[in-house]
């Protein structure tokens, strides 16, 4: 498959948002929780050459750090919070309404080890210290499936880049996606940086979800369609072996 590489190539720290940052107006009771639940758990990126440590954002000590980009509605970082209250979660997603989402399964389960950044999450990997994630999770993104907006696209080069310097040696990249040009999209720039091995063996190894990672509404709303799966885990490779 022919891949329009110019433009994705050249984004190398453009800070750009494609898509809405709102939708349906907010209800009082969203709005509420915005205003007192959100302030106490958003992350405010240093400035200048401070420092930028993932585990001091939590108020106990975390054995690990994860993160999610675009984490949608956030049915899937709660769940795995819940599922694992001694690791600490960072969250990234510019959409309000679905941050709000998220706000109602905090609130309501009381899960103190979810941190969010609402912004392009570009700029957190930029502060991010090397080495400083156990795993991330890239699901089900934005396709942008015609040709023109292909560079809008998460998986680009510079970001898989970026991923390699944040994740410790053995961290998990787990991505899925629904989209089959995409998806050749993301197995051709994960190939070209050997950071990172793909750890299907079997086609069963990325055609079935692992256990471990709980279904989200996208992959719903793809199974309605008659759409396939995939669900792609990375592992960061052993720096020295390299």
């Excluded at 991330?136 to 292909?150: E, G, S």
């Excluded at 990249?173 to 190939?191: K, V």
């Amino acid at each position: 498959m022919t891949f329009l590489l110019v433009d994705q190539e050249k984004l190398t720290h453009r800070r750009i948002l494609y898509g809405r940052r709102q939708g349906r107006k907010l209800r009082t009771g969203q709005r509420t929780l915005l205003k007192n639940l959100l302030p106490s758990i958003e992350i405010d990126l240093p400035t200048g050459s401070e420092d930028f440590s993932p585990p001091g954002l939590f108020a106990v000590q975390t054995e690990k750090v994860w993160l999610e980009i675009g984490f949608g509605g956030g049915e899937h970082l709660a769940w795995q919070a819940k599922k694992n209250p001694s690791i600490g979660f960072i969250g990234c997603e510019p959409f309000i309404n679905g941050v709000v989402k998220l706000l109602v399964n905090i609130r309501d389960d009381d899960l103190g080890n979810i941190r969010l950044y609402r912004d392009d999450a570009r700029q957190l990997l930029d502060r991010l210290p090397a080495a400083s994630l156990d795993r991330v999770f890239i699901l089900f993104p934005d396709p942008w499936a015609k040709a023109r907006h292909n560079k809008r696209r998460i998986i680009s080069t510079p970001v898989i880049d970026r991923l390699a310097g944040a994740l410790r040696d053995g961290a998990e990249l787990r991505i899925g996606t629904d989209d089959p040009s995409y998806l050749e999209w993301i197995l051709w720039h994960m190939q070209k940086q050997p950071a990172f091995a793909w750890q299907a063996r079997v086609p069963q190894d990325w055609r079935v979800r692992p256990d471990d990672w709980p279904e989200t509404r996208y992959e719903q709303k793809a199974a309605r369609a008659g759409r396939c799966c995939a669900f792609l885990t990375y592992i960061r490779q052993d720096r020295q072996a390299r």
